[in-house]
């Protein structure tokens, strides 16, 4: 009995299936790099608007108090604002890296049942000794996956571990501002 072969309409639905994926897959690329040139247009716009404050509070300062006192209270919005901008972005790129790994495992998942599908119908007109072939065959896929599975897993640990980090870190810089030190006031009156 000879090995059954992919069909026409086989090849279409598999190449119909390789295009949805694609576009698919182009579609989170897009979606992250309007959220991105969205987030950044938005921070743009209000580091423009921080920055004319600021050097419209910089012209009003009349002495070496005011101007520490400056300093002091614009320190701490600007690392928020900074903290915020990061914790965006790194959002933005996680949602889009767990949406294409599930469209990738999806479309890889209907991959290892094709190849499945093939190995048992080979399976089937095999000749007469080629079983332990067709055993090792199978159990390297089951191998790949299990290996895929640890991978999948690691990564999932490994986001969320920099996701804590970042957060900790944001949290360790906002309050490391929040309890510095405001600059001395000076016993002189200046003229």
């Not at 002091?72 to 900074?82: G, R, Y």
């Not at 094709?114 to 048992?120: D, G, R, T, V, Y």
């Not at 810089?173 to 405001?182: E, F, I, T, Y």
């Amino acid at each position: 009995m000879e090995p059954k072969l992919a069909t026409p309409e086989e090849i279409l639905a598999l190449g119909k299936a390789n295009i949805e994926s694609s576009l698919a897959l182009a579609d989170v690329a897009f979606v992250a790099v309007e959220r991105l040139t969205a987030l950044n247009l938005n921070s743009g716009r209000a580091a423009l608007e921080s920055a004319g404050a600021s050097a419209k509070a910089l012209f009003e300062v009349k002495d070496v108090e005011s101007l520490g006192a400056l300093q002091s209270s614009a320190a701490k919005p600007a690392l928020e604002k900074l903290v915020a901008y990061s914790t965006s972005v790194y959002e933005i790129l996680t949602q889009t890296q767990e949406e294409m790994s599930k469209l990738v495992e999806a479309r890889s998942a209907g991959f290892g049942e094709s190849i499945k599908s093939a190995l048992e119908a080979a399976a089937k007109s095999a000749p007469v000794g080629s079983d332990a072939a067709l055993a090792a065959l199978k159990q390297a896929m089951a191998a790949g996956d299990a290996a895929y599975a640890n991978l999948s897993k690691a990564v999932k640990q490994f986001s969320d571990a920099a996701e804590a980090n970042m957060s900790a870190a944001g949290k360790a810089a906002l309050d490391a501002v929040g309890s510095a030190p405001v600059a001395p006031k000076s016993g002189k009156k200046s003229a």
